[in-house]
């Protein structure tokens, strides 16, 4: 944290008063708010050197372009820290959550969609003009190799996980076939490969590209599939057709459009994400036995079978196996699960009470700000309510638990009415100043104790840590 503010007071040539991690959604990487007098600049802390180098390399190609990314404005001697401009707290997955929740869109959130895809052929195209690929971590272009791990990543991870039968050799014969034909159209443009609403900031109405140090030389394809195809975006096929033609709009300012020929390839490139898609919720729910991953897997498959409308006569083994798993009923009893659902939410009274997207309105909100506050010591600031040093303090002082014990009685009794009625969502949420320790810590405690009294389905969403988890 010094040698970020040591960054932080040589740009801007006064010292840094206030500090906060942010979210890192993830990544290994730190992130920091840091502020001193009106100025305020996120500090990153790496744990990859040449990682580290694509993004300030990458960053500074782009912004020399007039392409929307967080400028870097200075980095460590070592290569292992920089700063970087602050763009706010406009991130684009947040900003349609209602829509996401719900599955209908606002028109200022279909506007914002809209805005990014309109965008994005501008740093895969201008992005590219002189770019040195060399930069780019792992590997400068999209490859054979890596199409191979993906698809072997869901045949191992998620195909065999399912106990479905099926030829290996026949399906890797289809496999091949696939990986050549989306090896066909390369072209000399970068891939930013993340492209999702989580790593879009939105300021003063305009979309920024953030997270694209994973970048390579790529086809265009790819970064249309994984926004507009998301899996649980739910987005629409209104809203989807709508995204694909505002960015075909703006893709021919940059070259000519054959858009029968563009859907073709769009296609290709859908079903190799979501089977890459696919691979990543089995390792993550069947082998690192995470279960809120598996309840995402219906949300793929809904892509899947809507694709599969129109079969792929060029891989008719894997259109086949595909057909199969689509209708698996073990997928099936996922969605039909009709229990009674409690969202637990954490806040900071900053941003506003969450809103119930359910419909049903009402539920619990408990306000932690009597606690006492971690957040006013330095120490605990680089800390959250999920981290042990927050825990101790907040146990230790014991003043939580008192609250709790208060908060315990109502919720159980508000459960098992509900449950009794057949109501399918109840609410409660937690907040305090920041919506970082006090709030999470409560939010924790309460999902865990009505996970060991009740049969319920239990989400969990520490919504300023951009934190969401299914017990």
Known sequence: MEKLKDLFESYTGQRATETEELTSSGSNRRYFRLKGGNISIIGVVGTNKEENNAFIKLSRHFTGKGINVPRVLAVSSDGMRYIQEDLGDGQLYK??????????????E???????MEELPKIQF????????????????????MIMFDLNYFKYCFLKATGLDFNEVTLQE????????????????????????????????????????????????????????????????SLRKEMIQTYLASLKGYMPVDEEVFQDKLRLFVLFRSLQVLGAYGFRGYFEKKPHFLASVPFALGNLRKLLQKPFTAYPYLNQILTKLTTMSQFNSIVEDKRLEVRIFSFSYKKGIPADTSGNGGGYVFDCRAINNPGKYEYYRQFTGLDAEVIKFLEDD???????????????AHVKRFMERKFTHLQVSFGCTGGQHRSVYCAESLARHLSDKFDIKITVSHRELDIEKIL
């Open 174 to 237: 289809d496999f091949e076939r696939l990986r050549d034909d989306l090896m066909s159209d390369m072209g000399q443009t970068f891939m930013c490969r993340d492209f999702q609403a989580r790593n879009v900031m939105v300021k003063d109405g305009e979309p920024y590209f953030i997270d694209f140090q994973g970048g390579r030389r790529g086809p265009i394809y790819y970064d249309v599939a994984s926004f507009v195809f998301q899996a649980r975006a739910r987005y629409p096929e």
């Open 95 to 108: 900003l349609v959550t209602q829509g996401r929740e719900s599955g209908e869109y606002s028109s200022a």
């Open 110 to 116: 279909r506007g914002l969609l809209l805005r990014a």
């Open 398 to 412: 014991g003043e939580v638990m008192r609250f709790l014990d208060n908060v315990y009685p109502l919720v159980d």
């Open 126 to 145: 201008k992005g590219a003009e002189g770019l040195d690929w060399s930069v780019c971590y792992p590997e400068p272009a999209f490859s054979e190799r």
